[in-house]
């Protein structure tokens, strides 16, 4: 600890820049423990709650036909509830749901927040945004009262109230249960998908059906697992960059702290110590650092896995996490820190003591210049100006210094670029998935399943019903689109085949998932619905960029058991008329591009969180490799200096050597920024067999290339005002 105290009183500049480096670099790495942090919220929900393992819309059931499905062959529990969309008297959007709350509930159990559960009829549990305990609500002239807030896992993102069965039926007038959740002895998704089969066969007998899609969560999982491990995949991948650089910076400053003493180490050798307790005295500097470094970079990196965690867990559900951490990640950043600082360290300590005492002693460079042929080569050159041909042959010489520069300020740069490449990438994504509708305005069924008749819906106005579900193609979850054949308000961009004809049970399918799954033009695709298998005749593949199904509105609405229904309603008109007797909500393009719009702006704030953190330490590692080049060339500075050079003649030497190895770094980055960009979407796109497709930040380029040259002109200034701030005769005389 003594001599860390005098190493910090030798250098606290660099000793600092080290410490705050690598703690921001070890928070970064906490952004890893997302997945768990945000998981285990879930999970320890999804255990409260008795989270479902299938969750499915039904057409009304009896006690008896519940009773059916509970004793299907590994079904271990099954319960049924009510849940329709409502709204209230002010004009807001809302669900209903009705559970059998009690002691014998064990699935989708409501958790309270505050208040208390509904024990008589009409007393109701809502989401804290819909109105205060105590209040009163009012659904269709019935008054309801608020007695608590909370609510499940699986509705959660949802404005709901919770409520008995009994009163659930009276407000809708439902007469049984129309959701269906049971848990299962095994819940691999094959074993659920045998299991839902069953389930339909066995209601089929009973006369009834599924009216939506089941929805799966095998092996425990929960309805966002996926987008929380994509999300956390590229910020993760983000994290790993900030702790390389930081390990770079670590580096460059132990070998600074260590290179300093090379004189003093000398004396201790000339005096008689052996090089192995010194080199371990030196290893010891690097890793008190680090471990310095550990005291804040640890709470910091439990601090953003739980800060992006909430920003997940909000934007995408509607629920805020407890604090929590994972400590494989903690114990994982700490042995990267403190093995990290151990092997750099090590090299340099087996460097200085392995100078030679007579060259040591005089503290003169021991390599000089011209001794390689490559800088014997370079003489031969015409380079331009004298700061040019210095700033060049420090380059050439210093090559692991330029190098480290180099790589910095590509990691750096190349962050940058990733970041706005996959925001521009997904901005592009988001234009092609709407690009073949021509709708202004989206007006669909708010409960499941096929509620209105085709007819109903008036053509001659630009407005088309159609269906809108959703199905699976070998495992993939597909998007349904049931169309008018010729329709309009839909010009699909084909890439192969052709469109789909009137009754012909023929299928567009998009072109991304094509490209990634067996299915090609021309063969039979086995299409899995709400209603069961349904076959249909490949024909065409739309670049839509999406994983989507298009085929004709009357045969999938056969195939679903509602001939001639429909849920959805596309319009030309902005604000249409729909005389429609069930309840609908409609959005306009504009409304549903400023949602998209908000979702993309928190990831985008995420990432970018991340990337100005790998930029920051990079520019700590930066000033911190060029602090030990100047350092090492401190001679040849002195005496550039007692020349006659000054300050902006130093300055321009260090300068123009910082902009050449600043150039280079930033090819390097905006070369590996796009190979970067390009395999992470494709990485996306291969694990969710859609086109993404990726866009080149171009336009960001010359911003980037113009801050990076500012950053490091800054740098050279300041270190070469470092550099002039010793003596002369000082640095010539080699004292400490």
């Not at 848990?183 to 074993?191: K, L, P, V």
């Not at 599924?210 to 999982?221: K, N, Y």
């Not at 031969?380 to 180099?406: E, K, N, P, Y």
């Not at 500075?637 to 600043?662: P, S």
């Amino acid at each position: 600890m003594r001599s860390l105290l005098r190493q910090f009183r030798r250098a606290p500049g660099r000793v600092i820049t080290s410490v705050l480096a690598l703690a921001l670099a070890v928070g970064a790495i906490g952004v890893l423990a997302i997945p768990t942090v945000s998981e285990g919220t879930l999970h320890q929900l999804a255990a409260e709650d008795g989270l479902a393992d299938i969750v499915v819309t039904t057409s009304p059931l009896s006690p008896d036909q519940l009773h059916r499905v509970a004793g299907i062959d590994g079904v271990t529990a099954a319960e049924g509830a009510i849940d329709r969309a409502v709204r209230l008297a002010d004009g807001r959007h809302a669900r209903l749901v009705g559970l059998d709350i009690g002691p014998d509930q064990t699935i989708n159990r409501l958790h309270l927040d505050a208040g208390a559960l509904p024990r008589q009829h009409g007393e109701v549990v809502t989401s804290a945004d819909l109105a205060p305990v105590g209040a009163q609500v009012e659904i269709g002239g019935v008054s309801l009262t608020v007695v608590g807030h909370g609510g499940t896992i699986w509705w959660s993102g949802s404005t709901a109230l919770f409520t008995d069965l009994d009163t659930a039926a009276m407000v809708t007038g439902l007469a049984g249960t129309n959701t269906l959740a049971i848990t299962a002895a095994d819940d691999d998704i094959d074993s659920l998908r045998s299991i839902a089969a069953s389930m339909r066969s066995a209601l089929t007998d009973e006369g009834a059906r599924f009216v939506d899609f089941p929805s799966f969560l095998p092996d425990g999982s929960t309805p966002i697992d996926a987008d929380i491990a994509q999300v956390s995949q590229l910020i993760g991948m983000l994290g790993v960059v900030a702790g390389i650089v930081a390990l770079v910076l670590l580096a460059s400053t132990t070998n600074t702290l260590i290179s300093e003493r090379t004189r003093e180490v000398a004396v201790m050798r000339a005096l008689g110590a052996q090089s192995r307790p010194l080199r371990r005295r030196l290893r010891a500097i690097a890793v008190v650092i680090a471990a310095a470094s550990l005291l804040i970079g640890l709470p910091l990196g439990i601090v953003i896995a739980n800060v992006i965690a909430r920003l997940v867990l909000e934007q995408f559900v509607g629920i805020t996490p407890a604090l929590a951490w994972s400590w494989p990640v903690v114990a994982g950043s700490a042995v990267f820190a403190l093995v990290g600082a151990r092997l750099v360290a090590a090299r340099a300590a087996r460097r200085v003591t392995g100078v030679a005492l007579a060259e040591a002693l005089r503290d003169r460079e021991g390599a000089p210049y011209g001794r390689r042929w490559s800088e014997r080569a370079l003489a031969h050159l015409r380079l331009g100006s004298l700061q040019t041909r210095l700033a060049t042959r420090a380059s050439l010489h210093q090559r692991a210094r330029a190098t480290a520069v180099v790589l910095q300020i590509a990691a750096a740069v190349g962050a940058v670029v990733v970041i706005i490449g996959l925001t521009m990438s997904v901005n592009r994504y988001n234009g092609s998935v709407d690009a073949p509708w021509r709708w202004e305005s989206l007006t669909r069924a708010e409960d499941p399943g096929l509620p209105f008749a085709v007819d109903t819906v008036s053509e001659a106005d630009g407005a088309e019903a159609g269906v809108w579900t959703t199905g699976e193609v070998d495992g993939w979850d597909m998007d349904v689109f049931g169309l008018r054949p010729g329709t309009e308000l839909f010009h699909p961009q084909l890439r192969d085949g052709r469109t789909i004809r009137a009754g012909s049970h023929e299928a567009l399918v998009s072109a991304g998932f094509v490209a990634r799954t067996d299915v090609r033009v021309g063969d039979e695709m086995l299409l899995e619905l709400a209603s069961g298998p349904a076959r249909y005749l490949v024909v065409g593949t739309v670049e839509d960029g999406g994983r989507s199904v298009y085929v004709d509105r009357a045969d999938v609405a056969t195939d679903l058991g509602a001939p001639g229904m429909a849920n959805t309603v596309w319009s030309a008109d902005a604000s249409p008329t729909m005389l429609l007797d069930v309840g609908t909500r409609t959005s306009t393009a504009g409304e549903l591009a400023t949602e998209d719009e908000a979702a993309r702006h928190a990831i985008v704030l995420i990432f970018g969180s991340i990337a100005g953190v790998v930029a920051g330490v990079a520019a700590l590692a930066v000033a911190s490799t060029m602090a030990v080049n100047l350092y090492e060339r401190r001679h040849a500075l002195a005496a550039m200096r007692a020349l006659g050079a000054g300050q902006r003649d130093l300055r321009k030497v260090v300068r123009r050597e910082l902009l050449g190895l600043a150039a280079l770094g930033l090819a390097l980055g905006v070369v590996g920024g796009w190979f970067g960009t390009k395999g992470i979407i494709a990485s996306f796109e291969a694990s969710n067999a859609v086109d993404i497709g990726t866009v080149f930040a171009v336009s960001a380029v010359p911003v980037i290339a113009l801050a990076t040259l500012a950053a490091v002109s800054v740098l050279a200034s300041l270190a070469v005002r470092s550099a002039s701030s010793r003596s002369i005769a000082v640095t010539l005389r080699g004292a400490a």
